[in-house]
Each structure stands twice: as C-alpha cells, then as structure tokens.
C-alpha cells in the first residue's frame, strides 16, 4: 500500500486566463476579472484514471483542497488530515504538507504550479519525492507530469518508478508582471521517472542509473580541466557531482569558483565572480541545464551574468547533463539578458553527458 | 546516361548486372601500390615487430601470409568461389529515384551488398576465413561481435565447412538485438554475451564492473583469448586487419567492371567506416587506380559516427586492437583502447580504432573522412527507403548521407558527377532503431575532441 499525500491548490492557474501572469496575493483581482476555479477539474483526471489502482491510500485535504476532486473521481481510500479556513492560502499549502509529512507518506502529489510547488519543497525537502499535476500559470519547475494523464501513469506504476532529480524554481511573480522574469533556482527535489530503456551515456541501461553518469561526468571534467585555469561552476546535481569527485563541497544551488583543484569562492555572486575573474588569463564555466525548459543561462545561474560569460568567452562554457535529462530537453534554452551574447551560441551546442562523450542539442534564445 | 532500346520504347537500366563467370578471380591488395610499406604490428609486451610465429597460435598461416604480402592479387580459390557465387556478384543500381527527389544533376549508384545470406558485406570474408582454417585442420573458431553482423556471417560460414563457432557478443547487443542471436543458433554456432566468465579479460572486466554493457574491444579480448587458450580453436576478425580487407576487395573490382558496362568511372566512392573493412573493400581498388595514375582525382570519401570520429579525430599512432592489450599493437587512427564508444544504433561502427591501411591512406590523403551524427544519417536512411525502397542498416545510412550531400552539392554546382556508395547492408534486424529515430529518440552523440585535445597531456597515455 503507497501512501500519497494529495494536495490541490485550488486557486492555481485563475491569474493566467485574465492576463495577472501567476495568482499568489491576487485570487480577489483574479475572482474579479471573471477567473474560474480548475486545478480541481484538472486533478480530478488524473485521478479518475487511479480508480483501479487499489494499493493506493491517499491522505488529503478537506473541501477544493483535495477533498472534492477525490469524491468526485470516485474513489474512497482516503482520509481528510488538513482543513484550510475559507480562503486557501499558501501558508494551508506548507501546513498540510507539514501534517503529510509527521503522518509518513511516500509521495507528495500536488496540482498547481511553480508557487505550489515551490511551498510544497519547502516542507517535503528531498526528503518526500513530490509530482506535480500541471495547473499553474508559470511552471519552471521540473516537478510536473507532462499533463494530468501522465501524473497518473506515474503514481499508478509507482512500484517500479525510480526516482530523479528536478529543480524547483522560485519565480517573484511581481517582478513577472512588471515584465522580468526572474526564476531562481530553489530546491532540487526528488520526481518520480517510469523506468524505462534510458539511453545512458555508453549504453542503454535497463534502468536509470543517473549517479553512475554524474560519476562519469566528474571524472571527465577532471581529467579535462587545466592546471592555471579558473573554473566557475554552476547549480544543480551534476556539477555538484563534479565539485565532489574533486574533494570539495558544493553549494548545491550556487555558484562556486575553482582552481587548480582549489575551492576558490563558495556561493559566489556576480560581484565576486567579477571580481575574481578580473586578472584571470583563463576562465571557463561549467553549467548544467535548470529547470524544466532547459534554461543554460537566465534561470537560476543568474550570477553568471553576460559580463561573467563575456570574461570567459562563449567557447569556454563546458555544458554538462545526464542523459535522462537531456532526453526529456528537445533544445536548450538560453536568456543571459543579454541577446546579442544569446545569439553567440549558434543553433546548436555540445553537452558532455558521459566519460569522453557528449550530445549535440538545438540552442533556442 | 546508358539506354536499352526495347519493343520501341527507352528504359532506363536499373540494375547492373555481372554474369557468374565474371565474378573476380584474384583479390586486390592495395599494399602492393602503397609507396612505402606500413609499418608492422608490434608485440604488445616486447613492441617489437611481430613475425609470423607469433601470431601462429591464433591464425592460419595463408591468412598470416594476406596479412602481410605484397603480391597486387592473390588468388580466390575455387571452393571460396564457390560459395561466393550464392550471391555474388551483386548488383550494382543506378539511383535514379533518389537522383529524380534530390533534383541532382549528379549520378548515385550503389552497390548492394544486402543480398548476402548474412545480410551484409561480411561473408565476403567471413568465408575465405572459415575456408583457410578448415584447411589448417582447425576445429573451432572464436570471434566478437558488436551489433551481430560479424557474427552471424562467421557463423554461416563456420557452418559451411563444418566448423564449430563462437562467437562473444557484445552484452548490450545481445540484449537489444535478439534476431541476430537467433540466426547464429540457426547457423549452428553458440554465442554468449560479453563480459562472460568464461575467459580470464572477461571476468575481469566483470569484478571491477558487474553492470557493464561490455564493449567492442572487451569481446574482442575475450575471442582472442579463447583461441590462445585452446589448441583446436583459431580466432577470427571481421574487419580492421589486412586480409580481411583484402578479401572485401571483391567489392570495388564488382563496381569497376560494372560501371564500365556503362562507359562510366566513379567521382567519388563513398563508404561507412567502423573498422574499415567495408569502406576498404569499396574503396581500394580505386584507391590503387589513384595511387598508381589511372584516375589521379577519384575521391574517396570513409563516413563514421561523430561519436565514435577515428579516422577525423583520432590520433596516428601505434595502440591495441583491444581493451585487454592482447593483440598486437596496430599504427592506426585512434581514440585510445580503452575508449568505450557511446551506444548508437549503428553497432558495428563503435571501434575505438581503424583499418592500418585505411589510416595509413587517409593519412597520406589518397582517401579522406568525414563524420556525421546519428539522426542524420537516419534522416538519410529514411529519404533512401522512401525513394529506392531498401532499408539499410543504421551503418550503411551514414554512407547514404555523405552520398546524399555530395549529391546536393553538385545540385548547387551543376556538375554531373558519378557518385558511387557501398550499400553494404540491410536494417531489417533494426527496426527498433527506426522507432527511436521517429519517436524523435536518437540522441546526437558526439566526441568532445576539443576537451580532449586541450587536456591530452593530462589524460593518461595509451600505452
């Protein structure tokens, strides 16, 4: 028997259809303009197609929550452990994950976007694997299912999932309105994956097996990286790999500076990046790709602004990923901020994605 | 162009045609025009030259004497013939419904190797092989095999002269490729999938890495193994070394014979290149008119994966032909022993090294390289299948694509060149590779030799 922690966020994805860019502080304004309710529609097909799955117990919340889209997808293994006060808030998101979490489930499914999402992490950590159905106006994150049927395919076959990592942004969705977008990488959490035939750098694995592959990008980096040369790597699991197989510590979300095996800075920002490169004859920067989109520069690596690339050079970005990830990312997304700098990265680049080996993907800016 | 008048109408002739008698009599070898001789294998202990007795224990001595003569022919006999004559010689087509898609002024045509019981180029020497070890008083015989070409071929052959075969399977293969498995048992030869534990190199590789996938280099230690370890037992390679370009050679010589029936000599001879053995067989008896004078502006195009870029990007050196280092040390192109080439659909081109003689070549620029990524070649496969309605193998496709983009080339330049390609095999066994080309599966795998190259001194040596 799994036991799923299911939440909805039933204002999720109103701020979109009237034009507000995201929803969070703005349900009244959204209500106003005409907005309607779907996130419960929109879980209630993913659950409707869980009917016949009989090991599975959901523990919800009460009324748009969670309650009601169980109810009316017909199922009844489940049991009410969170009620919100009328208007739901972000705060009931993070309580009731808080309660899933003390009751010990073995997955957090929710129906929102990037700002469910994003509160749902800050509770489930990578302790919790968590799944999005998708509802939300923006989302970043690489938590959700590809659409509702895809969410229930994966909890339905939850025995034989394996599990991976995905960024969960953190967009300010004020700034989004006023024109800006600016995502920030805020957590790696833990996704279900169907075990499938995943083509792994040297060989077609039976299952995914994406440490073995961060392994094999670690080691390649270091063989490849130069004696005298300033390195400044990027956020996320694989380039963390890369700082461990050297002997350091990564800022998981940050950007840290090596040389000649050395941690230079940890969680540098643009200025220190600025400053440190300032005098340097060779810099190189190593990236892997955020977020669901694929973003190489512009989300969550922001520190490495176009001035930070510029002092590099185009040709000494090294872009690294694991082939599970490369194989969901049709073409990879660049938005330093700066479009002439975008447009040096040509149609297509070279991510090292094994020992000695690497993919040629389509660059879209 | 050439024209048949029949029953008051034109026809354009499709296939062309040798008849049984015209078959070639002798193989071509190319070392015979080379201006200066190759240099020799080493030993892979002593790195001196290796002489005949050292390679006694695994070979018979005729094949150790193709390996290193000079004789420009070597004759075919006549109970390899024989057998040769199930399918050959093979057609040569004119292209002309890719020709009419492309809108090239350009004229393609390919030889078509598919015809073969094996399905493939291989039992070109697959045969002779089986043939001079029989004579030998040879019991058995071991091979490798990547995606199973090489391997059902020997196993055809062995079959023929009532050897016993076996042949280690590269494990990955062995898995995604159940049919070619199933034709070997059909032909009567075992095949076991590589890492095994029965050799030493296997199960060595197996400790430190119970989850391998195995590779080309690691099946091709294990072979080698077997044979040194077993007095009635002689091993056998499918492409790289010199006598087994040698006997593919019947290829070209077909094509020369074939297109002069049609008053025509190629431009530009194109073939796809893993170890070299089909790219060589299309390949040398041009190279030869080349080298000697006949047609000084032939060129001649090798196409490889850009994830597996030998011939492109590799370094001209002496290495191992395996990853063990039991085989002698060979002066070829390439990316290191140890170099365990990324799985692409198109198997048999994963070698980390390359033909001597085809290096050698390309070297000396009588031949050159090109290379081209996966989905590329399929797109390639896919135009081939739609127009002159073959599907070939994942290999073949990259030789397809090169002989596609010559062909618009000469759209842009308005010249009428004559293109002819090696189709040297069908992809019915690969089908699952077309399904992943269209699920839009097929990952462009490439070397980053640029990486590499900065940090060469620091990556450690072959050696």
């Known amino acids: 028997m799994k036991r799923i922690g299911f939440i909805v966020n039933p204002v999720a994805g109103m701020g979109g259809s009237v034009g507000l860019k995201g929803t969070d502080g703005n349900v009244g304004e959204a209500r106003r303009r005409g907005a309607v309710p779907h996130a419960g529609e929109r879980a209630q097909r993913t659950l409707e197609q869980l009917k016949t799955s009989k090991d599975l117990c959901f523990l919800t919340c009460a009324g748009s929550m969670g309650e009601s889209a169980l109810t009316a997808s017909g199922l009844e293994n489940y049991r009410v452990v969170y009620t919100s006060g009328n208007e739901t808030s972000a705060a009931d998101t993070r309580a009731a994950a808080q309660v899933f979490r003390k009751n010990g489930v073995d997955l957090i499914l929710f129906c929102g976007g990037d700002g469910t999402a994003r509160d749902i992490f800050s509770v489930a950590g990578r302790d ?148 440190l490169t300032e005098k340097e004859k060779d810099v190189r920067i190593i990236i892997s790709p955020i977020g669901a989109q694929g973003f190489i520069l512009g989300r969550g690596n922001q520190q490495i602004s176009p001035a930070v690339v510029r002092r590099a050079g185009i040709r000494h970005v090294i872009v690294v990923a694991t082939p599970h990830k490369l194989q969901d990312i049709h073409e990879l997304l660049v938005d330093s901020g700066d479009p002439a700098l975008d447009r040096e990265f040509g149609d297509s680049i070279q991510v090292i994605c094994g020992y000695r080996i690497a993919q040629r993907k389509k660059v879209r800016h | ?194 890492p095994s534990t029965k050799t030493k190199s296997g199960a060595a590789v197996l400790e430190k890495d119970p989850e391998t996938p195995g590779a080309l280099g690691i099946a091709i230690s294990e072979a080698v193994e077997d044979a040194a370890t077993h007095d009635n037992t002689n091993y056998a390679l499918g492409s790289v070394l010199n006598h087994v370009c040698l006997h593919q050679t019947i290829i070209g010589q077909e094509c020369r014979e074939q297109l002069a029936m049609v008053d025509d000599y190629p431009d530009v001879v194109i073939g796809c290149v893993g170890g070299g053995s089909n790219f060589g067989g299309i390949g040398f008896p041009f190279a030869g008119d080349k080298m000697t004078g006949k047609h000084k502006d032939v060129d001649i195009i090798g196409v490889e994966p850009a994830s597996c870029p030998t011939l492109t990007k590799g370094a001209y050196m002496y290495d191992f032909g395996d990853v063990a280092g039991l085989t002698p040390m060979l002066k070829m192109f390439t990316l290191g022993h140890d170099f365990v080439p990324p799985s692409i659909h198109a198997g048999g081109l994963r070698y980390h090294g390359d033909s001597p003689i085809v290096s050698r070549l390309v070297h000396d620029g009588v031949m050159r390289a090109i290379s081209c990524h996966q989905s590329e070649a ?86």
């Open chain 2, 378 to 463: 399929f797109e390639a496969g896919q135009i081939f299948s739609r127009t002159e309605g073959i599907i070939v193998a994942p290999e073949t496709s990259h030789a397809v694509r090169c002989a596609i983009d010559e062909a618009l080339k000469c759209k842009k330049t308005g010249e009428e060149k004559t293109i002819l390609f090696n189709c040297s095999g069908h992809g019915n066994f690969d089908m699952s590779a077309y399904d992943a080309y269209y699920a839009g599966k097929l990952a462009d795998y490439e070397y980053p030799d640029e990486l590499i190259k900065e940090a060469i001194g620091r990556i450690p040596k072959i050696q």
């Open chain 1, 128 to 275: 919790i694997p968590m799944l999005g159905i998708p509802a939300g106006v923006k989302m970043y994150s690489g938590v959700f299912a590809v659409n509702p049927a895809a969410a229930a395919e994966l909890i339905a076959g939850l025995d034989k999932a394996a599990l991976r990592d995905s960024e969960v942004m953190d967009v300010d969705e004020e700034a989004y309105r006023a024109g800006t977008l600016d995502t920030r990488l805020f957590g790696i959490a833990r996704t279900p994956v169907i075990r499938g035939m995943v083509a792994v750098s040297k060989q077609v694995y039976e299952q995914p097996d994406e440490e073995r592959t961060k392994g094999e990008i670690a080691q390649f980096m270091q063989e490849v990286m130069l004696p005298g040369a300033l390195y400044i790597i990027g956020a996320g699991t694989t380039t963390e790999a890369i700082v461990r197989y050297l002997g350091h510590q990564k800022t998981l979300l940050g950007v840290d500076v090596l040389k000649n095996g050395r941690l230079v800075a940890a969680d540098a920002d643009e200025q220190t990046l600025l400053r």
């Open chain 2, 1 to 194: 162009m050439y024209i048949i008048v029949q029953d008051n109408h034109c026809t354009m002739q499709t296939k062309i045609l040798l008849d049984e008698e015209q078959m070639p009599k002798r193989w071509y070898n190319v070392q015979a025009d080379l201006p200066t001789p190759l240099d020799p294998p080493l030993h892979p202990a002593t790195h001196e030259p290796v002489g005949p007795d050292d390679l006694k224990a695994i070979f018979p001595m005729e094949l150790i004497r193709q390996e290193v003569t000079t004789d420009r022919y070597i004759d075919i006999p006549a109970e390899v013939q024989d057998v040769l004559r199930l399918w050959r010689p093979s057609p040569l087509y004119r292209a002309f419904r890719l020709e009419k898609l492309l809108k090239t002024p350009a004229k393609i045509y390919y030889k078509w190797e598919g015809v073969s019981p094996a399905g493939s180029h291989k039992t070109n020497t697959s045969v002779p092989q089986a043939y001079y070890n029989m004579k030998a008083g040879i019991e058995r015989i071991a091979t490798e095999t990547g995606a199973g070409q090489w391997g059902s071929a020997l196993a055809f052959a062995t079959m023929l002269y009532d050897l016993e075969c076996t042949v280690y399977m590269v494990r990955s293969s062995y898995t995604q490729k159940p049919y070619r498995k199933s034709m070997m048992q059909v032909w009567g030869a075992e095949c076991i999938p590589s």
